[in-house]
C-alpha cells in the first residue's frame, strides 16, 4: 500500500500555542493545519489524508470533549490527542474512554506529543486501510451472484458443502460451482481468507438474509 | 270712776268737818263700794274702808297702821312713792294714777287710784286714796295690745279682707312672704295676689266663709310683688260684725315654700334611695331589731330565689345556712344588749341559702339606723361566688407557676431589692449545687466569682438609684460559681416585678456549657470551611493562573524543541528555526506579561486604610483556626505585647497574610510526629513605630534553597502546595510598606515575620517605592 502524506490538525483558540505546536509538527517534516476553532475546522475543506487532531480541551464555544463527539457523528473519524492546561483526572478518563490517543498537560513534552500525533496517524492509517479493504471486499461482493453471495456467507460459517446444499435446497454438486465461482471472484484462496472476508463484511452469520 | 273720785273729794272734805256727823260718815266711808285709805304723810294707813279691805281680801285692821306700800306690787314701790310725796307737796290738789297691788293671796289687781292731800290739823298733813279695780279694763287693753303685737311680730302673712274682697290689715308677716307693705296692700283687692288661674278658688272660699265656715291648712299659691309665686299654707276665718253676720275674713298665710322643697327633696330622695335599691346590683336587706325583714331588694331576689312578698315579715335567718342561723340569734340579741357590734361593719365573708336549698360566699356589710327610736339593720350582700372562683384560679395559677418554676430546665432565681434570695428553683439546685435552703436568705453574691461578686452590689444600687436598666433584659453572658468553686458559663436574664410596692428581680439562668461546647465544634467546623474555602479559592486561582502562564510556557518550549528540530541534521532550516526563536521570545515576553498581571491584580484592590490593632487580628485569626491548630494536636502560644502601635492597614488582607502563615506553620507541623509540635505567635514593637508579627513553627523546616524560593509564585516544597500563598501574602505585606521574610528556627521548623509601619507618611512612601519596584 502507498503511503499518502499525513496532515495534523492543530486547534487551540490561542494563537501562539497554535503557532508553536505547529512549528514543532512542522519540524519534524508532518503536513500541519491549524484552526482557531471548532467550528473553523469542521467548515474547512480538507485533503483526505491520514491524519489526527491536536485540540486544546479549553476551547471557546463547545468544550473538547462535545466536539470529540461531534466529529464522531459528522463521519470524520480522525483520532484526537487532548492538550490541556492543567490536568484533570475525570476529564481525560472520559477523553481517552471516548477514544482519544492521549490527553496531554500544557506544557507539552515534545517527544509525548509526537510520540501522541505519531501514533494517532498511525491510527488513522490502519482505519483507512481496513476502510479501503472492506469497500474492496464490498466491491467484490456485491459483484457475486445472489447464489453465489448465499454460498459464500454460509461457507464463511464453515458449513461443508453437503450441509450448504440440503439447507439452500441445491445440489451438492451446484453449491460446488456456485462455491468456486465466488471464491474466485472474491479473490479468497482459502477457507480461513472467507471466514476473514464475511467477518470485514459483516455478513458471517445469520445476517445473510439482510444481504 | 268720775264719780269715785268726787267721793272721795267728798269724803277728804267732809270729814274735818262734818265731825259731828262722824258716824254717819263712817258710814259711808264703810260702806263706799269704792276703796278708800286714809294715811298719814308717812304713808301708815290710818283707816280703810271694809270693802277697800276685803278687796285686796285683808280685814281692815289687818291693814290700819301698815305701810301702804305693802300692798303695792314690788315693781311699783317707787312709782307710788313718788306720786305720793307729789301728792304731799301740793295739798289740796287731786292726783291720779294706775298701780298694781296684791291680795293677800298674791294674785295681783290693777288699782286706778285718786289722792288728795289735805291738812288733818295743823301741823299734820292726811291723804285721802280712793281706789278703783281696773283690773278688766287693763287686762282687756292689754290683751289686744299683745294681739297686735302678735299679729305685728308673727313671721306669718296675717291678712283680713271684706267679704268684697278688699284688704283691710296687713301685717309684717304678709310684707315678709308678699313683699308688699301694708300701705300699698290696705284697701287693694284681694285678688292682687292671687294667681288669675286661682281666681275661682278665692270665690269659693269666699262662699264657704260667707256660710260661715273656717278654711284651714288649706295649701295653694300666691304672688309676691316681684311676680315669684309663693307657696302658702292657708287658714281663713270668718269676721263676725256686732250684729252677729259675717262681715270679713281673716287670713294666716304660712310660706310653706321651704316645706315644700324639703318635701320635693324627700321625695326625690326616697325615689332615688328607691331606684338605687331596686336596682343595686348588691342584695339590700332590711331588718329590725328582732330580725324581721323589713325589704328585700330585687338583686336579693334574684340571689336567694325567694320573692320579696315572701321574705318581708320573715326572720332573716331564713336565708343563712347552719351554723350561721344559729348564731344569728345571738348576734342580734347581744348587739341589742351590749352594743357590740360584731355584726356591724363590712366585708363578713358568710354563706347565703337560696330558697333551693344551695348555697352560695356572700360578702355582707350590716350597717345599723334609726327608725322610730328603734334600730333597724341594713344589710348589703354581694355575691363573691366568682370572686372566689378569680381567687382559686389566682391560686391554681399560682400553683401552676410554681409546678413551672419547680420543673423548669432552666434555673430561676427570685432576689429582692438588696440582692437576697426569695426563690431558688430545683435546676438552679442542680445549677450551682447547693439547696435552696442554703442560698434563700442569703445574697445572690454567693452564686458569683469575681469580679461579678463585686460588680453586683453595684449593680443592684445603681438600678434602684436610676432606674438605669444595666442588669435587667436578656441574654447576659456572666459566670456563675458553684458550691464547688467551679465556675460555669451561663446566660442570664433578669426581669423586674413589683410585689407590695418593691422591686424584685427575677433571673433565669440558663447554662451555656453545653452551648459552649457546641459553639466550639461550631466553631472549628466553620474553621475547616474558612480553610477548605481557602483552599478551593486558591486552588481556582491557581488554576487560572496556571493556564495563563502555561499557555505561553507551551508555546515556549514547543517552539524551542521546534527550534532544536530546525537545526539538527545536514541541513539545518535556520529560517524555520529563526521563526521558532522569534515565537520563543515572543511566548517568554507573553509569560512576563502574566505574572506582571496577577501582581497588578493583588495590587490593584487598593488595601483600605483604617487603623487597627494588630494584635486585634490575630487574635480573631486564631480564634478562626482554633480548632484546626486542636485537631493536629499543636499546642499553640501567643505572646502578643501590649506596646504594639496601631497600624493602618487593610484588616482582611492582613489576617489573610496571617491566616496563611499559620496555615503553613500549622501543616509543616502535620508530618513532624513524635517531635513536639509547638506554634507560637507573637506580636512586638518594632523600631520607633512599627510593629512585628512573628509565627514560628517546629516543622519540617527549610532548606536554604527552598528559603530563597518560596516567595516565588507556583514554588512549593509541600505535596499539595500551589505555590501561591506566600507570594501573595509578600505582596500583601509589600502594598502596605512592610517586609515579610522566613528564617530556620531553632531546633528546627521555620519562622515567618512581617514588619508593618504605624506611620501613614511612612507607608505612603514605602507605598510609592514598593509600586516603582513593582513597575520596574
Known sequence: ?211 | MKRANTDAEDCSHAAPELHGNERQWREVFEHNPATCFMVDASGIVLSVNAFGASQLGYAASELVGQSVLKLVFEDDKEFVLRKMSLCLETPERSNSWEVRKRRKDGTMLWIRENARAMWWSRNQLIMLIACEDISERHWGAMESAQLAALVSSSDDAIISKTLDGTITSWNAGATNILGYQADEMIGQPITRIIPPELHQEEKQILVRLQRGERIQHYETIRLAKDGRPVDISLTVSPLFNQSGKVAGASKVARDITERKLAQQALRETTARLRTVTETAVDGVILIDARGVVLMFNPACEKLFGYSADTVIGENVKMLMPQPYRHEHDRYITNYRDTRDPKIIGSGREVIGLRKDGSTFPMDLSVGEARQDGESIFVGIIRDITKRNLAEQALRETAARLRTVTETAVDGVILIDARGVVLMFNPACEKLFGYSADTVIGENVKMLMPQPYRHEHDRYITNYRDTRDPKIIGSGREVIGLRKDGSTFPMDLSVGEARQDGESIFVGIIRDLTSRKRTEAELEQARAELVRVARVTALGELTAAIAHEVNQPLTGLVSSGNACLRWLAGDAPNLKAARGSVERMISAGSRAGEVIRRIRALVAKAPPLRDQLNINDAITEVIALIRGEIQRNRISLRTKLSTDVPLVLGDRIQLQQVILNLILNAVEAMSDVSPQPRELSVSSAKDGPNGALVSVRDSGTGLDGAALDRIFEAFYTTKAHGMGIGLAVSRTIIQAHGGRLWAAPNVPQGAIFQFTLPADGEELSSLERMQSASAVA
Not at chain 1, 11 to 25: Q, S, T, Y
Not at chain 1, 93 to 120: C, H, N, W, Y
Open chain 1, 1 to 211: 500500500m502507498t503511503e499518502e502524506q499525513p496532515v495534523v490538525f492543530v486547534i487551540d483558540d490561542d494563537g501562539m500555542v497554535r503557532d508553536a505546536v505547529k512549528d514543532l509538527l512542522r519540524s519534524v517534516g508532518l503536513s500541519v493545519e491549524s484552526f482557531g476553532s471548532a467550528q473553523d475546522f469542521l467548515q474547512s475543506k480538507r485533503s483526505d489524508a491520514p491524519g489526527c487532531i491536536v485540540l486544546d480541551v479549553r476551547l471557546p464555544g463547545a468544550s473538547g470533549l462535545e466536539f470529540q463527539r461531534t466529529l464522531v457523528e459528522s463521519g470524520i473519524p480522525l483520532p484526537v490527542i487532548f492538550i490541556s492546561g492543567h490536568g484533570d483526572i475525570s476529564m481525560s478518563v472520559r477523553a481517552i474512554k471516548s477514544g482519544a490517543i492521549e490527553f496531554l498537560t500544557k506544557p507539552l513534552r515534545e517527544q509525548e506529543l509526537l510520540d501522541a500525533v505519531q501514533a494517532g496517524i498511525e491510527r488513522d492509517r490502519a482505519r483507512r486501510r481496513q476502510a479501503k479493504l472492506i469497500a474492496e471486499l464490498q466491491e467484490r461482493f456485491n459483484s457475486l451472484t445472489s447464489r453465489e453471495r448465499e454460498v459464500f456467507v454460509l461457507v464463511g460459517t464453515g458449513r461443508p458443502n453437503k450441509l450448504i446444499a440440503h439447507q439452500l435446497e441445491l445440489s451438492e454438486m451446484t453449491v460446488k460451482v456456485h462455491r468456486s465461482q465466488a471464491l474466485r471472484k472474491m479473490r479468497a484462496k482459502s477457507l480461513v481468507e472467507v471466514v476473514r472476508m464475511a467477518d470485514h463484511l459483516g455478513v458471517s452469520t445469520g445476517k445473510s438474509e439482510a444481504i
